[in-house]
């Protein structure tokens, strides 16, 4: 086994760790429910709708709000999340799912958190007095996925608010658990493959599916999946034909093909490259197309059905990154 | 008031000062130091402090009752957020009534910033007057 693969096994071991922990946090059900610092109060009202901006009186307004259909003052329904919120030196209650699930991605790298999704119902309104107590449940975790801030995973929980017994609303929240992009040393070339500038590259995510061909790039070798007799580029998790049974191998290319399309990138500027710089797609003598970059060639010389050879683009130790150079 | 489907609601826009972010995170009581602290949400990969979702699942609320009167019962605010509103920006939203089913009216909901669309959301209410 090479370091290279001792490399991917980790990667792959933390991913399963992580789900591993999910299916124990869902598993252990819902938190028991956790009360509001404060019952739903007027004070609170009014700083949220002064910061908000909203003017709706029957929150604010005890005349306004007896002539309304609700008969009385009310909290505003999207403040309800904000009873049972933490405060600044709060902590989660031990058996919070999102506090387990976090402390986990915390620890392998995912550092970050953004909201992406919220569907609140309410069943009914609340009104001032009342003392809401929330209780969540971990519905599932997904990842690592590539976003545009970061490789990360979702989580998904589901939290209820009741007073006493009563359910009065619930909400599914969806964050991003994410690790910000470092920027990366550049490796130095001891075997004659071409190292890119010195500057951090936008890096690919390797996964169980397409690990083999990553892990081909940092031995020389062009590696294409291959199921059956089909060949698949891409490397994708399934065979064309979906036989979910189906286990694929790969196929060292020749390295030889033609450029099929490419784009000539002026500008912006992307990390680790040149400007302008030639992404040329490129249809393989076995059939499939490879994009990657162009090197050594002026623009204006690029055609489609130019004649290209693989090459091998070394940034560091992890990875090396598939290009071309023009075959004489 | 007669309400069909297909009404577009008047457009509503809100600056996204960075004391229009602070406030409206300290006021849903969300402490994320990427609400407050510029050099932290840098430190995080983002450009500046941002708006916090429960801000936008009030906005979209605000959004809807301005147009939609004291009277109606807001049932269900289902967002979805895109990209980041950053301090400096202008979030502007806009919304048309998707269904209406009896007294219960469904919202679509988009806001959208200098670099795209924020949050997309649909509010049930009910109207009942």
Not at chain 1, 257 to 280: I, N
Request: aromatic share 6%; charged share 25%.
């Amino acid at each position: 086994m090479t370091a290279a693969t001792d490399g991917r096994s980790t990667a792959t071991d933390a991913g399963r760790r992580i789900e591993e922990a999910a299916r124990e946090i869902a598993g252990a059900g819902a938190s028991a429910p956790d009360p509001a610092r404060d019952p739903v109060n007027q004070a609170m009202i009014n700083n949220w709708v002064e910061a908000i901006g909203d003017a709706n009186p029957v929150y604010t307004d005890p005349a306004a709000a007896a002539a309304s259909v609700h008969g009385e003052l009310v909290a505003p329904p999207a403040m309800t999340q904000v009873w049972t919120m933490r405060g600044l030196h709060g902590a989660r209650p031990d058996d919070d799912p999102l506090r387990r699930m976090t402390e986990l991605l915390d620890e392998a790298g995912y550092t970050s958190v953004v909201a992406t999704n919220s569907t609140q119902t309410y069943h009914r309104y609340l009104r001032p007095g009342e003392h809401v107590a929330a209780s969540a449940v971990l519905e599932g975790v997904v990842g690592p996925k590539r976003t545009a801030l970061g490789d990360g995973w979702f989580v998904t929980t589901r939290t209820t608010w009741y007073v006493g017994d009563e359910a009065v609303a619930e909400m599914t929240f969806r964050i991003l658990k994410f690790r910000p992009p470092e920027p990366q040393d550049p490796g130095n070339s001891d075997d004659g493959t071409r190292t890119a500038d010195a500057a951090p590259v936008l890096r690919p995510v390797v996964t169980r599916d397409n690990a083999f061909f990553w892990e081909g790039l940092r031995d020389g070798e062009l590696r294409i999946q291959r199921w059956g007799g089909t060949l698949r580029h891409p490397p994708g998790p399934m065979p064309p034909d979906g036989d979910l049974e189906a286990e694929p191998d790969y196929v060292v290319a020749a390295g030889t093909g033609t450029v099929y399309s490419f784009l000539v990138h002026h500008h912006p500027p992307v990390p680790g490259k040149r400007l302008p710089f030639v992404l040329a797609l490129v249809e393989l003598d076995e059939g499939v197309r490879v994009l990657g970059e162009l090197h050594d060639v002026d623009p204006d010389e690029v055609h489609i059905g130019l004649a290209v050879a693989a090459s091998f683009d070394r940034i560091d130790d992890d990875l090396t990154l598939p290009a071309w150079t023009v075959r004489s | 008031m007669t309400i069909t489907a297909g009404t577009e609601l008047p457009p509503l826009t809100v600056e996204a000062t960075p004391t229009f972010v602070v406030a409206s995170a300290l006021a849903t009581r969300d402490f994320q130091d990427v609400h407050h602290d510029r050099d932290a949400a840098v430190a995080r990969g983002s450009q500046d402090i941002f708006l916090n979702i429960l801000t936008d699942t009030g906005l979209v609320q605000r959004f809807v009752t301005d147009w939609a009167g004291p009277d109606a019962l807001v049932r269900s605010v289902d967002l979805r957020l895109g990209v980041p509103c950053y301090a400096g920006d202008e979030l502007t939203f806009t919304g048309r009534v998707a269904e209406v089913d009896g007294d219960e009216v469904t919202v679509s909901v988009s806001g959208t910033d200098s670099l795209g669309e924020h949050v997309s959301a649909t509010v049930r209410i009910e109207v009942t007057a």
